[in-house]
């Protein structure tokens, strides 16, 4: 008898509701570290036409960890926000607090080590200036640093360094008088290094790339890493002499005579059940238990047909004639056959440039003239990263504000982390109110959702 390997099980979660939404217009920030980027439109537009112009840059090069570190200022800006202005008066007198730091400070720049086949260990930086490490049991034991077990079972050999989960987390914030170190088992608790421990620190990394510079080589020993940036400028102060910039341009497919969904999403069905006991109120529970498994298997048949056109799939041709004990597809129904139009970036993606494709495609569905039914956005992180996800809270005044935290993972280079979204308006709705529903799915070695 042949064993066959069982697939990892996903965890998948869906949300709707209508446009504008702040979920929506903030959704990529979330995601900070992506390596591609699709988008399917029904039919050839003005839309298509302007999103396949966009393109962003990235970089790849080689570099010390230890000079990273050295270099920490130049991962760290201080973001707008109502009190920007004044907070920055205090960091020239000296005055400002470690709270103000912590929630002002953040990172233009993504870096993320390239997890080779034979490297164990990987870090990254975000774009809250933290650098997060995870490394393997025989390098966590001679590095020094104090760390925690990441909480999956079968990869007890995985160490990391999170805010909340691991103890050891590096706040890049150093500029001429602050750094700053948050600590696992005192949450959200910055302490201003001394010197004496900041050289201990300093220390553990710089023997780290001695120790990989004896056992791999001079110049093996070197990081690969990947960094992206905000804007589309490269900025002039990268600490990195080894490097070189990759250009992601839009690649375009189309597809002809295929079956395309017509647009009906609906608000998910409210399942609230009643007190009563009586029969009328159970009636009306099964009503509303049968309208939400439509729903769920229309929504499933939606996402399913989004996939499908971003792989190309054949079966979604009109003229489709597959044996059915080969391959059986039925495509959402009501359907019309039309053209659709496949756009994708590849590469490692800053969120700046996947929100503004997100937003790019507003007026195409908000204006009153409006034409097109609907357009589906599909993101992919890059999972071999040790962060993410970045739970952001949103404030009154329509800031991001930093969280206390961010949620264990296991950096795998076949991991589950994607999100999709459809963007839909009915054919009768020009100049009415948008629908989105998103999808999330993940990988099992993520804490995100517990």
């Known amino acids: 008898m042949m064993n066959l ?44 036409g302007y999103l396949e112009k966009l393109e962003t840059s990235y970089g790849k090069a080689r570099v010390k960890l230890s000079d990273v570190l050295k ?28 709270v103000g730091l912590f929630f002002f400070l953040c990172s233009d720049f993504l870096v993320v080590s390239m997890n080779l086949a ?31 077990k990441l909480p999956f079972r ?6 990391g360094m999170f805010p909340i989960f691991v103890v050891v987390n590096f706040c890049l914030i150093c500029s001429r008088l602050f750094w700053f170190c948050v600590v696992i088992d005192i949450p959200l608790q910055k302490y201003a290094l001394s010197p004496a421990n900041r050289e201990k ?41 080894q490097h070189d910039i990759r250009t992601v341009q839009c690649t375009k497919r189309q597809q002809q ?17 009643s007190n009563s006991s009586s029969k009328k109120s159970k009636l009306t529970e099964n009503k509303k238990e049968d309208m939400l498994e439509d729903w769920n298997r229309r929504t499933e048949s939606l996402f399913e047909w989004v996939g499908m056109a971003c792989l190309g799939a054949q079966r979604l041709q009109a003229n489709d004639r597959a044996d059915p004990f080969v391959a059986l597809y039925e495509p959402p129904e009501p359907s019309i056959v039309g ?32 034409t097109i ?55 009768y709705q020009a100049g009415g109110s948008a629908r989105w529903c998103l999808t999330e799915s993940l990988g099992p070695c993520d804490t995100r959702w517990g």
């Open 5 to 48: 390997t069982q697939p990892e099980k996903r965890r998948v979660r869906v949300s709707s509701g209508t446009l504008p939404s702040p979920k929506i217009t903030a959704l990529a920030p979330f995601h900070p570290f992506s390596k591609q980027l699709d988008v399917v439109l029904p039919f050839e537009s003005d839309l298509s």
């Open 71 to 98: 270099n920490a200022e130049t991962f760290v800006s201080i973001v707008g926000g109502r009190y920007a202005d004044a907070f920055r008066k205090l960091i020239l007198v000296g005055t400002a607090n470690y």
């Open 118 to 148: 034979q490297e164990e260990d990987v870090w990254c930086i975000d774009t809250r200036g933290h650098l997060t490490l995870s490394v393997s049991k025989s390098t966590y034991e001679r590095l020094g640093l104090v760390g925690q």
């Open 154 to 159: 079968n990869h007890e050999e995985h160490h």
């Open 201 to 241: 620190i300093r220390a553990c990394i710089e023997l780290w790339d001695k120790r990989r510079e004896s056992e791999l080589g001079k110049d093996a020993a070197l990081w690969e890493v990947l960094y992206s940036w905000k804007g589309q400028k490269e900025p002039y102060n990268f600490p990195f002499a």
């Open 257 to 273: 005579d295929v079956h395309i969904p017509q647009p009906c999403l609906s608000p998910r069905p409210d399942t609230s059940s």
């Open 339 to 370: 053209n659709v139009i496949h756009l994708q970036w590849r590469g490692l993606l800053h969120h700046d440039f996947v929100q503004q494709v997100i937003n790019s495609v507003f007026p195409s569905l908000l204006a009153p003239k409006a």
């Open 373 to 427: 039914p609907f357009i589906s956005i599909t993101c992919h992180a890059l999972t071999s990263s040790p962060v993410s996800y970045i739970p952001y809270v949103h404030t009154p005044s329509g800031d991001l504000q930093t969280p206390e935290s961010v949620p264990a993972k296991l950096p795998r280079l076949d991991g589950e982390d994607t999100w999709s979204l459809i963007l839909e308006r009915g054919k």
